[in-house]
């Protein structure tokens, strides 16, 4: 049996095998092309388990190797205590370690840690395209909040909703305040509508891509305030639901749920998790108001919760995970919301259904 260990880099991966025979170890550091990887996989076969470290390029890697292994581990280096807590720290020596954690795990038959899931071709490109949207967004944000701020400069403190509604902005942008602010303001407007343009053919692009998920998009929009876009962020990062034991799991990877530090009597709640998704709860934050008005029982369980002086930032985090709950459910079991809006509902799905039909997408794209 060989167990390989992986540190991998932009243009690089280095590679520590570790053999049964002897403890015999070698170390090698390949191009990160496609004569590099071809070079290592003439020392990979069906005895051959590989352990990688988790980094930008990981699955892709992965994806060209794991048909020629045995098996190939992604590791969540946060969680391998081994690797971060060395002090000497090179290439070679991570890829060791991860050989032998990889080699520990296998023949002691136990799972020392759980390994990073690698989704399918189509989430990947689903969660690609969504790193691109969040990043759409936040610069669309930042402009807004420069206009804003440029306006209030000007003692002009027109409201967010005044001035960039449909009406209002053609008006805002013909007034003449002074050279150097109308200038600014130009280009900002002008940056602005660039940005939406491009985010608009992005979301088109995203709901087309989705349209394998049609079933799961049917349920998720079942539920008030879950658009079709929010739905398709539920599934890129959802990826499998049959990986998450239970609710409490997928509220944990979905970055609602705290951590929790208790020694003797003393319980601490920390931050959320930092390994899981963050695009989904992101989203559903927005629409927070519309989850809790549309369920009774959780409106009443929120205003209990607040009456009894419990902070609003923190129930609107404790929120998210009642709707990730009832998100795992619906899932699960294949039921629509149980507060559904049927009218709502329908046209939401009439309007997806119509899209996928009428969308037309450059072959270059297909």
Same mark, same amino acid.
Not at 296 to 316: A, E, F, S
């Given at each position: 049996?060989?167990?390989?260990?992986?540190?991998?880099?932009?243009?690089?991966?280095?590679?520590?095998?570790?053999?049964?025979?002897?403890?015999?170890?070698?170390?090698?550091?390949? +191009?990160?092309?496609?004569?590099? !990887?071809?070079?290592?996989?003439?020392?990979?076969?069906?005895?051959?388990?590989?352990?990688?470290?988790?980094?930008?390029?990981?699955?892709?890697?992965?994806?060209?190797?794991?048909?020629?292994? =045995?098996?190939?581990?992604?590791?969540?280096?946060?969680?391998?205590?081994?690797?971060?807590?060395?002090?000497?720290?090179?290439?070679?020596?991570?890829?060791?370690?991860?050989?032998?954690?990889?080699?520990?795990?296998?023949?002691?038959?136990? +799972?020392?840690?759980?390994?990073?899931?690698?989704?399918?071709?189509?989430?990947?490109?689903? %969660?690609?395209?969504?790193?691109?949207?969040?990043?759409?967004?936040?610069? !669309?944000?930042?402009?807004? =909040?420069?206009?804003?701020?440029?306006?209030?400069?000007?003692?002009?403190?027109?409201?967010?909703?005044?001035?960039?509604?449909?009406?209002?902005?053609?008006?805002?942008?013909?007034?003449?305040?002074?050279?150097?602010?109308?200038?600014?303001?130009?280009?900002?407007?002008?940056?602005?509508?660039?940005?939406?343009?491009?985010?608009?053919?992005?979301?088109?692009? !995203?709901?087309?891509?989705?349209?394998?998920?049609?079933?799961?998009?049917?349920?998720?929009?079942?539920?008030?305030?879950?658009?079709?876009?929010?739905?398709?962020?539920?599934?890129?990062? !959802?990826?499998?639901?049959?990986?998450?034991?239970?609710?409490?799991?997928?509220?944990?990877?979905? %970055?609602?749920?705290?951590?929790?530090?208790?020694? +003797?009597?003393?319980?601490?709640?920390?931050?959320?998790?930092?390994?899981?998704?963050?695009?989904?709860?992101?989203?559903?934050?927005?629409?927070?108001?519309?989850?809790?008005?549309?369920?009774?029982?959780?409106?009443?369980?929120?205003?209990?919760?607040?009456?009894?002086?419990?902070?609003?930032?923190?129930?609107?985090?404790?929120?998210?995970?009642?709707?990730?709950?009832?998100?795992?459910?619906?899932?699960?079991?294949?039921?629509?919301?149980?507060?559904?809006?049927?009218? =709502?509902?329908?046209?939401?799905?009439?309007?997806?259904?119509?899209?996928? =039909?009428?969308?037309?997408?450059?072959?270059?794209?297909?």
């Amino acid at each position: 049996m060989k167990y390989i260990g992986i540190d991998l880099h932009s243009n690089k991966f280095t590679c520590c095998f570790l053999y049964d025979q002897n403890n015999r170890k070698k170390l090698i550091t390949y +191009n990160l092309d496609s004569q590099g !990887i071809k070079d290592f996989l003439t020392h990979v076969d069906r005895h051959t388990s590989v352990m990688v470290e988790a980094s930008t390029n990981t699955f892709s890697f992965v994806q060209r190797i794991k048909h020629h292994a =045995n098996q190939v581990i992604i590791a969540n280096t946060h969680k391998l205590k081994l690797i971060s807590l060395v002090k000497k720290k090179t290439d070679k020596i991570d890829a060791e370690k991860l050989a032998i954690v990889l080699k520990m795990q296998i023949k002691s038959n136990q +799972n020392m840690f759980e390994p990073v899931h690698m989704p399918d071709g189509l989430i990947r490109k689903l %969660r690609s395209l969504f790193t691109t949207y969040r990043l759409y967004r936040k610069q !669309i944000t930042s402009i807004k =909040n420069r206009i804003h701020s440029l306006y209030k400069q000007e003692l002009m403190p027109f409201t967010k909703e005044y001035i960039f509604g449909k009406k209002s902005k053609t008006f805002l942008r013909q007034l003449n305040i002074n050279p150097q602010t109308d200038f600014q303001l130009d280009l900002l407007f002008d940056e602005l509508e660039t940005l939406e343009a491009s985010i608009q053919k992005l979301t088109r692009y !995203i709901m087309y891509l989705a349209k394998p998920y049609l079933f799961q998009i049917d349920i998720l929009t079942s539920m008030k305030g879950i658009s079709v876009i929010t739905a398709i962020a539920l599934i890129a990062d !959802i990826s499998d639901l049959k990986r998450f034991k239970n609710s409490k799991k997928l509220a944990s990877y979905l %970055r609602s749920a705290p951590g929790i530090d208790s020694s +003797n009597e003393t319980v601490r709640h920390l931050s959320t998790n930092k390994m899981g998704r963050k695009l989904s709860v992101t989203l559903l934050s927005q629409s927070l108001n519309h989850f809790r008005d549309s369920n009774v029982k959780l409106q009443k369980w929120y205003q209990t919760k607040i009456d009894q002086g419990k902070k609003r930032g923190k129930m609107r985090m404790a929120l998210c995970r009642r709707v990730f709950t009832e998100i795992y459910q619906m899932l699960k079991k294949k039921e629509y919301h149980h507060y559904r809006n049927e009218r =709502n509902h329908t046209l939401k799905m009439q309007a997806y259904t119509k899209f996928l =039909n009428n969308y037309s997408v450059p072959e270059k794209y297909a």
